[in-house]
């Protein structure tokens, strides 16, 4: 958000001030100052001129300045009513050096999954991708999904859903007490780097929220099917502020994420480079990989499609 937008804001969420009073604790013009609150108004902020001054009625209910107001998570964010794939646009702004952005659209064209599944990605949906530089092993790198699954988990939480998380990068609704889910969140992470280093990470979460079910594919859900429309502002901010958090802290991030698991403890069947295996779930170890228990003896799975299956 453009620094002065940002201020008058600010200014304005303690109630009303006049144009003169912001220009004078701006250092800007009094002309700056109204072509800052028009454009303001062009990105949905409802702002009223009085007697007083202009007064901040309501914000903005989505885009770029509206995550960004309130928002305690140092991230500039770029918004798009329709794109491609935040991904894919994430991508080229990590080519051209860019971190702590924030890809986010209203709508996916070209949304795609792990394994270039295709993604389901209509509006009203929170699609968006995060480019970061993280200073750590390659190795490490998928504590990052692990944060974002927790981070997303959380918000929906928050959001009224029991959102819980499939292994490994799936945040599910539980149907029953059996390991059954319906699916509300996918997370595509891609990287960048050398074997000692990451040069460029990308997160990437699609959570289906004020969608209609017949919108959605076979196995799906929204937050609107589970617990009404959510606010779609207050959410991208809360999984930003989460994952901000976690990357800062990743110590926390896979005991958290044993907390939210639903992976854990059902009997999975895993398919793998290596072939499938079939066995309990009984653990992740502190890189992300799933620890089985199958019939030959532990197995560690560092990467792969789990499916949950029925108790035998």
Same mark, same amino acid.
């Given at each position: 958000m453009n620094e002065t937008r940002r201020a008058i804001l600010e200014a304005l969420d303690d109630g009303p001030v006049s144009g003169p009073d912001l220009a004078e604790s701006l250092e800007v013009s009094r002309a700056a100052v109204w072509k800052h609150v028009e454009e303001l108004r062009d990105a949905g902020f409802d702002i009223?001129?009085?007697?007083?001054?202009?007064?901040?009625?309501?914000?903005?209910?989505?885009?770029?300045? *509206?995550? !960004?107001? #309130?928002?305690? &998570?140092?991230?500039?964010?770029?918004?798009?009513?329709? @794109?491609?794939?935040?991904?894919?646009?994430?991508?080229?702004?990590?080519?051209?050096?860019a971190t702590d952005v924030v890809v986010l659209a209203d709508e996916q064209t070209g949304g795609r999954g792990r394994l270039e599944r295709e993604w389901t990605a209509p509006s009203g949906g929170v699609w968006l991708s995060i480019v970061v530089r993280p200073a750590i092993a390659p190795s490490r790198a998928p504590l990052y999904t692990l944060a974002a699954a927790v981070a997303?988990?959380?918000? *929906?939480? !928050?959001? #009224?859903?029991? &959102?819980?998380?499939?292994?490994?990068?799936?945040?599910? @609704?539980?149907?029953?007490?059996?390991?059954?889910y319906r699916k509300l969140t996918g997370i595509l992470t891609e990287m960048e780097g050398e074997t000692d280093r990451i040069e460029w990470l990308i997160v990437g979460p699609g959570t289906n929220a004020n969608i209609d079910a017949e919108a959605l594919p076979e196995g799906a859900t929204s937050i609107r099917e589970e617990a009404g429309d959510v606010d779609r502002r207050r959410f991208v901010q809360r999984f930003l502020e989460e994952f901000d958090a976690y990357r800062s802290d990743l110590e926390s991030v896979v005991p958290d994420w044993r907390e939210l698991a639903l992976t854990l403890g059902q009997r999975v069947r895993v398919d793998r480079p290596a072939g499938e295996v079939v066995g309990e779930a009984v653990d992740i170890t502190e890189t992300g990989a799933l620890v089985l228990e199958a019939d030959d003896g532990r197995v560690t799975v560092a990467a792969g499609d789990c499916e949950h299956l029925r108790p035998v």
């Amino acid at each position: 958000m453009n620094e002065t937008r940002r201020a008058i804001l600010e200014a304005l969420d303690d109630g009303p001030v006049s144009g003169p009073d912001l220009a004078e604790s701006l250092e800007v013009s009094r002309a700056a100052v109204w072509k800052h609150v028009e454009e303001l108004r062009d990105a949905g902020f409802d702002i009223e001129s009085g007697p007083a001054g202009y007064d901040l009625l309501e914000v903005a209910p989505y885009g770029s300045d *509206a995550v !960004e107001f #309130g928002l305690e &998570a140092p991230f500039s964010v770029e918004y798009h009513e329709t @794109i491609g794939s935040t991904n894919t646009r994430a991508r080229e702004l990590a080519v051209d050096g860019a971190t702590d952005v924030v890809v986010l659209a209203d709508e996916q064209t070209g949304g795609r999954g792990r394994l270039e599944r295709e993604w389901t990605a209509p509006s009203g949906g929170v699609w968006l991708s995060i480019v970061v530089r993280p200073a750590i092993a390659p190795s490490r790198a998928p504590l990052y999904t692990l944060a974002a699954a927790v981070a997303t988990a959380k918000a *929906a939480r !928050e959001a #009224g859903v029991d &959102a819980r998380i499939k292994w490994p990068n799936d945040v599910v @609704i539980p149907v029953g007490d059996e390991g059954d889910y319906r699916k509300l969140t996918g997370i595509l992470t891609e990287m960048e780097g050398e074997t000692d280093r990451i040069e460029w990470l990308i997160v990437g979460p699609g959570t289906n929220a004020n969608i209609d079910a017949e919108a959605l594919p076979e196995g799906a859900t929204s937050i609107r099917e589970e617990a009404g429309d959510v606010d779609r502002r207050r959410f991208v901010q809360r999984f930003l502020e989460e994952f901000d958090a976690y990357r800062s802290d990743l110590e926390s991030v896979v005991p958290d994420w044993r907390e939210l698991a639903l992976t854990l403890g059902q009997r999975v069947r895993v398919d793998r480079p290596a072939g499938e295996v079939v066995g309990e779930a009984v653990d992740i170890t502190e890189t992300g990989a799933l620890v089985l228990e199958a019939d030959d003896g532990r197995v560690t799975v560092a990467a792969g499609d789990c499916e949950h299956l029925r108790p035998v």
